[in-house]
Each structure stands twice: as structure tokens, then as C-alpha cells.
């Protein structure tokens, strides 16, 4: 094997992970497409002393502290990941690495109208607790589910619910109002739970079982990341829906914690 560990995906959950087993002086990959979810946010939030930190510069550090073990980071899209006699084949678009075991941080795609792409991450936004505290106070329109209202009021009283979103106004770089049927609701934030859909189409390939959580089938794991497939283990929001960047990290240790163990049933290599 080249590898004990392979990592696909290089964000909270993935690097987490790294940096664990890499302090385990496990021979870590980590595999990253380069396309993190959060990168429209300047800011991310409720990370314990990370608190306002760009989520970017998260990534950038935790790299850094990855390589500074030993860790191997490359930029590259995963073309397949298959079973071996001893490990799983990952077969990049530069070339193909192996690998004992796999763990796949590979997150999940909202996927947000092009209507709102542009605003995405900044006055349009999902999760209230990432964003919310920044908008308080202020005049916010939620498309969605009317139970969601209630949640975002613990952030503003001025609360207007919409059935849908046809169009935006934006004047000096600010959402201003959002356009619903033939209604324009003035708004200086826009809270719109998008469709979430996992970056999971190897975990499938490989057989891994699903469950259905509140955003639809994800890919089932054991509390320690562990999925259905020996060997396969996931971790964060591919598994995980509804997990901010504190627990995908923290998901990501778990799973690296096991995946450390699960090893130890074998031989090292040396």
C-alpha cells in the first residue's frame, strides 16, 4: 500500500482527521477537490476560539499543521475508489494511489438557485446559527419551512415568511428586497434553506448503506464514522447534514481515532 490512510476531501472533517493520525505517525493522503462549501463566507462561527475566523484561513492553517507532521496533501478530482485484496485502489485524475482503509470528509453541495448564487454565504444564507447574529435585528425574509420563522426570530422580530423567490433587489453591493409572486418584501437578509445533496457517488459505488435523515438518504455511519463497508469510514457532512464546521471536525477525530485502531488489528508495514 502507498498509504495506511486515504482522506478524500480536505476540509473541517477531512483535516481533522489528518492530524490526528499523522500524530499517530500513520502515512496519511489527503485528497482534496479544492471546492470547500463555505468558501462564499467571509466569516464562519461557534468554532470554540475560532470564532469570525475565515473559513479559508481554517483550511489553510490546518494544512499547514497536517504537512508539518508528515501529512501528504494533493489537489486533485477522485475518478473511482475500488476494493483490493488488501486496501481500495483511488484512482485520481493524475494518477492512482492505494491505500488500507479510506475515509471520505467529501461534504455535500447546497444546491442554491442561480438566482442567488452571487449572494450566497453573505445576506443570503441557510443556517441561522452561522449567520444569524450578524443580520440581528434586522429585516429578514425566510423561504422555507414555517417552523423555520419561529427559529429565526430569536434573531429579529421583523420576520416575513415567502413561498417563494422570483427575484432579488440589490443596490451598493446589499440585498434590499426580495420579490415573492407580485410582492416586494423589503429585506436586509434573506434566509432560504436550499436542498442539500451529498458528495457521496464513491461511497455508493463501494456499497456503503444509507438512512434517511431530515435533508433525505445519507450514507449511514456508526458513531465512530465507520460505515457499512469494511475498511470505509465517513465522516462530516457527507454522513452529517447538520453538522457545523466544530462538529465535522470533530467527527473527523472520531473517525480517526477508530480508524487508528481498527488498524492496530493488523501488521505495520517496516
Known amino acids: 500500500m502507498d498509504y495506511e490512510v486515504v482522506i478524500i476531501g480536505g476540509g473541517a472533517a477531512g483535516l481533522s482527521a489528518a492530524l490526528m493520525l499523522t500524530r499517530a505517525r500513520r502515512s496519511v493522503l489527503v485528497v482534496d477537490g479544492g471546492k470547500p462549501r463555505n468558501e462564499p463566507a467571509a466569516h464562519m462561527h461557534n468554532y470554540l476560539s475560532r470564532d469570525g475566523f475565515s473559513p479559508l484561513e481554517l483550511l489553510k492553517h490546518g494544512r499547514a499543521e497536517v504537512e508539518g507532521y508528515g501529512g501528504e496533501i494533493v489537489t486533485a478530482e477522485v475518478r473511482s475508489v475500488s476494493r483490493l485484496a488488501d486496501g481500495f485502489a483511488v484512482e485520481l485524475d493524475t494518477r492512482t494511489v492505494t491505500g488500507r482503509v479510506v475515509l471520505f470528509a467529501t461534504g455535500l453541495v447546497d444546491e442554491v438557485p442561480e438566482l442567488l448564487r452571487e449572494r450566497w454565504g453573505r445576506d443570503v444564507f441557510g443556517c441561522p446559527y452561522c449567520h444569524g447574529y450578524e443580520v440581528r ?87 465512530f464514522g465507520r460505515t457499512s463497508v469494511p475498511g470505509v469510514y465517513a465522516a462530516g457532512n457527507v454522513t452529517d447534514p447538520s453538522a457545523i464546521v466544530i462538529v465535522a471536525a470533530a467527527q473527523g477525530a472520531q473517525a480517526a481515532g477508530m480508524i487508528n485502531m481498527d488498524l492496530l488489528s493488523a501488521p505495520r508495514e517496516g
Not at 179 to 190: E, M, N, T, V
Not at 192 to 208: F, I, M, Q, T
Open 137 to 223: 435585528d434586522q429585516k429578514l425574509v425566510v423561504f422555507g419551512e414555517e417552523k423555520k420563522v419561529a427559529l429565526v426570530r430569536q434573531w429579529s422580530a421583523d420576520v416575513t415568511l415567502v413561498p417563494s423567490v422570483d427575484d432579488t433587489e440589490v443596490a451598493d453591493d446589499r440585498l434590499v428586497a426580495v420579490i415573492s409572486g407580485d410582492r416586494r418584501h423589503p429585506a436586509d437578509a434573506l434566509v432560504y434553506s436550499a436542498p442539500v445533496k451529498p458528495r457521496d457517488e464513491h461511497l455508493l459505488a463501494l456499497g456503503a448503506e444509507t438512512e434517511e435523515t431530515i435533508a433525505g438518504p445519507f450514507v449511514r455511519t456508526d458513531k
